[in-house]
């Protein structure tokens, strides 16, 4: 056995052999690689490491320090790259890998930085929030599909809702899943879905690189699911594609045929329920049989079927109970009536009303005395105001002037206010307290301050 061991290598030689292959092979020492950033991890101490994939393969990648610091854009997973660097092995873990010396953004970065602006302008939006997601149905009826007419995708949906639950229908609805003209023509189809009283529709298709699967990126395609009417799964690429249709659906399938298990029940599991339910329901009846005879049993057995004349006379007992309470119920109230009637009957004011009479007539002759007594008070007040004002009357009064011995001139029935106005021989009435006195004008005498001039006209 010791002779034998000699032949046997250890790990370490190996790998470090296999390192020196890879390292002295030309080929390998310089690559050019295109893929996608996946698993990307930054390093505090700068450098980098991530894996390198396509449609089909990855290979794991590291970039030191030293050439991560001249790149002119900040790397993340998803992002479309063109690589330089060696490839050899690692031996302490015995993979190989691409050490990166040069990396720049292949022109697909682009899609994935459009991909992140609309998937936040979209989340700020609303059209991820949970409370907008519809029900998948349990068991529906009709289910649509929006996917390529040919490929995997749609052989692959079909297969599995006939094998899990053939009672349903499906619906194809051909569209175009890449180029140009697939956001619309996918956009187009969900709309016509919603015509066809559906339970559940799947949009979707196979997997492939990111330009492939752009047209589930577009914003068209996310308000055309966001708005449907009908519970939408989506089910693009494979599990680590992520599209903005994915985050807008009401459920997110990692492939088709994840798609096609989400929207159906698996008849089998199913039929398994359906058993155990036809189990717990015989034994449920079978318990209720059993305990209904109990029942019966026991009414067989009881007095009342025995005996039933006791069960008459407890009633009977019972009525005549409530007889007897009733009548010495009546007694009472009526007893209490009596005694309220009898007490009416020996109030004073029944025997003697104009005891109540008298108080009130006593009360009406003191307001009516009181009435009076305001009246007068209120006369004398306005008889006193009154005198006053006569007074200030005859203060005023023209008769009072003629009775102190004046009199007033008047002409032509006007009242002679000057001498100015006067002319000889005129006629002129000299009103007296008494009467009037009629005169003829001879000559005028005129008084000026004082003076005393005579005028003769």
């Known amino acids: 056995m010791n002779s034998n061991q000699a032949k046997y290598l250890t790990v370490t030689a190996i790998n470090r052999y296999l390192k020196d292959q890879f390292d002295r092979n030309e080929h390998l020492r310089t690559v050019f690689l295109k893929g996608e950033i996946s698993n990307f991890k930054g390093h505090t101490t700068g450098h980098l490491y991530f894996s390198l994939k ?54 697909v970065g682009n899609l994935y930085i459009a991909f992140e602006k609309l998937k936040q302008d979209l989340a700020k939006e609303g059209l991820f929030n949970p409370e907008h997601k519809k029900p998948i149905p349990k068991y529906p009826t009709r289910i649509g599909i929006v996917t390529a007419p040919t490929g995997a995708a749609i052989r692959d949906i079909l297969s599995t809702i006939r094998r899990r639950y053939p009672l349903c229908e499906t619906i194809l609805f051909p569209s175009l899943v890449q180029g140009e003209y697939a956001a619309p023509d996918i956009v187009r189809n969900i709309k016509r879905a919603s015509r066809y009283q559906l339970d559940v529709l799947i949009v979707g298709r196979g997997g492939g690189s990111i330009e492939d699967l752009w047209a589930f990126n577009e914003e068209i395609v996310a308000r055309a699911i966001y708005e449907s009417e009908v519970p939408i799964i989506s089910a693009v690429g494979h599990e680590v594609d992520f599209t903005i249709a994915d985050f807008v659906a009401d459920r997110r399938a990692p492939t088709p045929t994840g798609a096609a298990e989400m929207a159906v ?38 007095f009342v079927v025995k005996s039933p004349m006791i069960l008459f006379d407890n009633k009977k007992q019972a009525l005549d109970l409530l007889h007897t309470r009733l009548e010495e119920g009546m007694q009472s109230y009526l007893g209490e009536k009596r005694i309220l009637l009898e007490q009416y009957e020996k109030h004073y004011l029944l025997k003697n009303p104009r005891m109540l009479y008298e108080p009130k007539k006593e009360m009406l ?19 006193v105001n009154l005198f006053h004002n006569i007074q200030k009357l005859e203060l005023v009064n023209p008769l009072g002037v003629l009775k102190r011995g004046y009199s007033i001139p008047m002409q032509d ?16 009435q000299i009103r007296l307290v008494d009467g009037i006195v009629d005169t003829k004008i001879e000559k005028v005498k005129e008084i000026e301050y004082g003076k005393r001039d005579e005028r003769k006209i």
């Open 265 to 302: 029940p698996n008849v089998v599991e199913l039929q398994k329920y359906l058993h155990q339910l036809e189990i717990r329901l015989e034994e449920a009846m079978i318990k209720k049989v059993r305990y209904q005879k109990l029942v019966l049993e026991s009414l067989k057995n009881s």
């Open 365 to 383: 002759k003191h307001s009516v005395d009181n009435l009076a007594r305001v009246i007068s008070t209120l006369v004398d007040k306005q008889k």
């Open 54 to 107: 396509d449609e089909n393969s990855k290979i794991n990648a590291v970039m030191f320090s030293r050439n991560a610091s001249k790149l002119l854009f900040k790397p993340a997973d998803g992002m479309k790259v063109l690589v330089a660097g060696r490839i050899s092995v690692y031996e302490q873990s015995g993979s190989y890998q691409i050490y990166v010396e040069e990396m720049q953004e292949d022109g």
């Open 413 to 428: 029935e006007k009242v002679v206010r000057g001498i100015k106005s006067l002319k000889k021989d005129s006629l002129l």
